[in-house]
């Protein structure tokens, strides 16, 4: 590759187009730089936290809980979120260009340049930061800030040399959660714990599903992440299956140690059986195909049931 271009499939994107691209940028290019529906799962989790660990709180001294403290966790998280996919866009620009799925987004199409991209990633980590250690605590800052360190220093080089990397992505995945536990509770608790592991657990499926899709994209830019490396894909499959199985017996924990009752285990019951018949389907080799497909949908649906479900039987609204 030529060190003034960015190479994709047919052609290569001459660094003068990409210098002279800010001047045609328009608000949804930088929008989409922040991949609003991935941050907007974010939001929503921390959200989810901040809500479950609310019925808990009789007898625990943790800071006062508030409309507005709310509304700053979902602020910083969203800041925070939006930054972090800039920078992995920033950081991934070489690789986006080469592959179908990604050559559209705006630094690859040569609708952002490089030094936007950056300069507005940090700034709106800086911003979620500020915004969360200021107004609400700083361990909620403290989480968004080691979900920065693991997404940005850890999962995204990763890619490039470590058929792990899926499994570092949720660990990054899963800390906003306990951005919006640890807001309304001070600390977190056994239920904050066991909801970090429900969305670490729920990204593997969700995620392998996605990547045995899109594996021949992945292998043209040499990421060796396991769809890649498994070329029948049984492994695939039968570790998305295994992360399922524990997925579902961790969402019935709530009920086991009390956290939650009868109405909220039916639903997990229910939900995770269906997400497990899914998963089971991607094992068999023959359509395997249609199998991803379905079992991402399903990963889709089966997440913001479970959370919801969660969420009501906590506030007794069951």
């Known amino acids: 590759m030529n060190p003034g271009t960015v190479q994709s499939y047919e052609t290569a ?38 809500l479950a660990a609310l019925p808990g709180l009789s007898g625990v001294e943790g800071p006062v809980c508030s409309g507005w403290t709310l509304l700053a966790v979902l602020v910083g998280t969203a800041l925070a979120a939006g930054g972090v996919a800039a920078l992995n ?29 950056f300069v507005l990633g940090w700034s ?59 807001a309304a509770e001070g600390r977190v608790s056994t239920l904050g714990g066991i909801l970090f592991t429900v969305l670490l657990l ?11 899709t899109y594996r021949r994209d992945y292998a043209a830019v040499s990421f060796p992440m396991l769809p890649v490396r498994d070329a029948g894909g049984a492994k695939v499959a039968g570790w998305s ?8 017996a961790v969402t019935l924990l709530p009920v086991e140690l009390g956290y939650c009752g009868a109405a909220y285990g039916l639903v997990a019951a229910g939900l995770g059986g269906w997400f497990l018949w899914r998963a089971g389907g991607f094992l068999r080799p023959a359509g395997r195909e249609a199998a991803a497909r379905r079992l991402f949908f399903a990963s889709i649906i089966y997440l913001p049931l479970l959370l919801a479900a969660l969420v009501v039987d906590r506030m007794g609204w069951f």
């Open 202 to 212: 729920w990204q593997i499926p969700h995620f392998m599903a996605i990547a045995w």
């Open 124 to 182: 709106l980590c800086a911003a979620g930061l500020a915004l969360l250690f200021a107004e609400v605590n700083g361990l909620s800052a403290g989480f968004a800030l080691a979900t920065m360190i693991c997404y940005l220093a850890i999962y995204t080089p990763a890619k490039r040399w470590s058929r792990w990397s899926t499994e570092v992505g949720a660990v990054a995945g899963a800390l906003p959660p306990l951005i919006g536990w640890t």
């Open 241 to 248: 299956f295994a992360c399922t199985l524990i997925l579902v």
């Open 89 to 117: 866009q920033w950081l991934e620009a070489d690789t986006d260009a080469r592959m179908s799925r990604t050559r559209d987004r705006p630094i690859p199409s040569g609708k952002v340049t490089t030094g936007s991209a």
């Open 13 to 50: 994107v001459p660094a003068e187009l990409l210098a002279g691209a800010a001047a045609r940028a328009g608000f949804s290019d930088y929008l989409e730089l922040t991949k609003p529906r991935l941050s907007l799962l974010s939001v929503l989790t921390a959200l989810v936290g901040y």
